[in-house]
């Protein structure tokens, strides 16, 4: 894709907060076969954590707002493979709709993972609801049949983009940020994102590395803006200086990723994962998650109602020497890059680029036993108590958290 396809977009990047960038990949497009969903978030609520929830068909784990009573979902995956997130889309909404109700995605998605198997099943839940839905947004899915793909949905009416149509998705992904295809088009946000995360995609899918370790070490934290050409992990020799940061996929308002490897068509669903790197992405470490280990997940990602998760925790106290001027109007676009990376090797990306990379290779090891014998619950709690301590030992040593 060229640099400047989509420059149309700069006048609407206005949007800060309530923005995302996101991906759904197609088995046809990863080296081993198994769909992938990309959830890069960006909010206004910067304190995110994890839940195991038991739904009307199916058991859940979902990306929630730390101080959520209703414990609506920002993404997540279930018991029957299936998995759901959004972006927020600001060009989807008609300008003859005067519905107030808006705001219910979250709910829309605990929904889904509660009752839902199959994109179709989605596609019939929202036939079913009443309408205004109160909803601007892409949802994004993969089931464990193999679907993946988009609902750009508004209040009345919502459009099906398929990852495994060659037509809608002739690469076998597809990427949305906060605007909608099927929208009016040149409005919306996140175009500039679009083109960054389109760019890093197309490389990362022609060298075979269409992975849910690309998103979590690479794209997540991508210090490229393709617009502009800029490319600030090139700067390791001026890292003490303070860069701009606007219009970067990770940047003063992201709070939290998620990236969930589906399963073959034939595979229990048991095996499918789901990652998250919780908080401030660069300060963050990817922990896997699965569904068929049940409620007693790794203390450092949940807490109780009303309570922050401990990894969050760790994440926004680094954030803050990252973002000196964030008190300023304005000083949330700007961050101290050397905090980030530096010739020291000591940024925030480049420790938790090394932790993650053994998190995910120790994973494999256990994940690779697992699909040669069967999908082991008890290995998988012995496994989050280990990843536990490891990780508070990893802020303790390194920030002395």
């Known amino acids: 894709m060229k640099r400047y396809v989509f420059l149309i977009g700069l006048t609407v990047a206005a949007f800060q907060a309530l923005t995302c960038t996101t991906a759904i990949i197609s088995g046809k497009a990863?080296?081993?076969?198994?769909p992938l969903l990309w959830k890069h978030r960006d909010a206004d609520d910067f304190n995110n954590k994890v839940?195991?929830?038991?739904g009307p068909r199916f058991k859940y784990l979902a990306l929630i707002n730390s101080n959520d009573p209703e414990r609506h979902a920002w993404a997540g995956t279930n018991s029957a493979g299936f998995a759901i997130m959004n972006s927020a889309s600001y060009n989807i909404k008609p300008k003859s709709d005067s519905t107030r109700i808006e705001d219910m995605e979250g709910y829309i998605m605990k929904l889904a993972l509660g009752r839902c198997a199959t994109i179709t099943d989605f596609a019939q839940m929202l036939d079913t609801l009443p309408k205004p839905w109160g909803v601007s947004a892409n949802f994004g899915i993969i089931d464990a049949k193999g679907g993946a793909?988009?609902?750009?949905v508004n209040n009345f009416s919502y459009r099906f983009y398929d990852a495994n149509s060659s037509t809608d998705a002739p690469e076998g992904y597809l990427i949305r940020s906060n605007f909608s295809v099927s929208g009016e088009p040149n409005k919306g946000a996140g175009y500039i994102r679009f083109n960054t995360a389109s760019n890093l995609i197309e490389e990362a899918k022609k060298n075979g590395q269409l992975t849910a370790e690309f998103f979590l070490t690479k794209a997540?934290?991508?210090l490229r803006q393709d617009i502009t050409g800029i490319d600030l992990s090139k700067e390791i020799a001026k890292a003490e200086k303070i860069y701009p940061l606007r219009d970067f996929i990770v940047r003063y308002y992201s709070s939290s990723t998620v990236v969930i490897q589906g399963v073959l068509p034939k595979e229990p669903t048991d095996f499918a994962t789901m990652w998250v790197k919780l908080g401030f992405q660069p300060a963050s470490v990817a922990i896997p998650l699965w569904v068929g280990a049940g409620g007693m997940l790794p203390e450092i990602i949940t807490a109780p109602d009303g309570?922050?998760?401990?990894l969050c925790d760790f994440t926004l106290k680094l954030k803050k020497d990252c973002f000196p001027l964030s008190s300023w109007a304005e000083g949330e676009n700007y961050v101290l890059l050397s905090k980030l990376i530096n010739k020291e090797q000591?940024?925030?990306i480049q420790l938790t680029n090394i932790f993650d990379k053994e998190i995910i290779a120790r994973t494999k090891t256990l994940y690779d036993k697992w699909t040669k014998f069967e999908f082991n619950p008890t290995e998988a709690y012995n496994f989050y108590l280990t990843l536990n301590r490891d990780v508070e030992?990893?802020?303790k040593i390194h920030f002395d958290l």
Do not use: M, Q
Not at 30 to 34: M, N, Q
Not at 149 to 152: L, T
């Open 30 to 34: 990863t080296p081993d076969g198994r």
């Open 346 to 348: 000591t940024g925030l």
């Open 51 to 54: 839940v195991f929830e038991v």
């Open 307 to 310: 309570l922050n998760a401990k």
């Open 393 to 395: 030992n990893f802020y």
């Open 220 to 222: 997540t934290v991508s």
């Open 149 to 152: 793909g988009y609902f750009e």
